[in-house]
Structures are given as structure tokens and as C-alpha cells.
């Protein structure tokens, strides 16, 4: 599974320069998933819920929201970013 917040941060970071290299992923982005064999997960109103309710003092509000819908749909999340292994009851994978 792949989140819609990954591509939304991905278009974000692109359009302020910070990640000027993924302008082909951006425009290519659900293509880019169905290669990957993954699907796509939309945000849903209970995953935005979840995000704003998290006890947790991390304020990225794209990594809240990975984290709030890996907690709502039993997933582990892939990230490498340190800061999920401190969200108590999310399972990280490679973190």
C-alpha cells in the first residue's frame, strides 16, 4: 500500500525545490505505484481523525498521517525516519 500523503508530500517538497529531482514521479506517480504492484490508500475522514488525535508531540503532518492510517488499517510502515519508533502501538519496519 501506498498512501495519497506520500504523493502529496512528494508534490509539495517538489514545488518548493526541496526534492527538485522527483518532478517525473510527481506527474507519474500512479503509474508509478501500479509498477511497484502496491495500491493506493486514500485518505479517509477517520484516518484524518486519527492523525489529529495522536498523543504524540511529532508535528510533520504527513508523517502523522502515515502513521494514523498504518494504525487504522493493522499496517507496518516503512520508513527510516526515527521519529515513528517513538508512536507507541505503530509497527515500523527498517526505522
Known sequence: ????????????????????????LVHSFDEQVTRL???????????????????????DPFDRMLAAQAMSEGFELVSADAAFARLSGLSVLWG
Open 1 to 24: 500500500m501506498v498512501s495519497a500523503a506520500s504523493a502529496f508530500e512528494i508534490a509539495t517538497k517538489n514545488r518548493l525545490g526541496r526534492l527538485p529531482e522527483a518532478t517525473a
Open 37 to 59: 504492484g502496491a495500491d493506493l490508500i486514500a485518505i479517509e475522514a477517520r484516518h484524518a481523525i486519527t492523525a489529529g488525535l495522536l498523543d504524540w508531540p511529532h508535528r
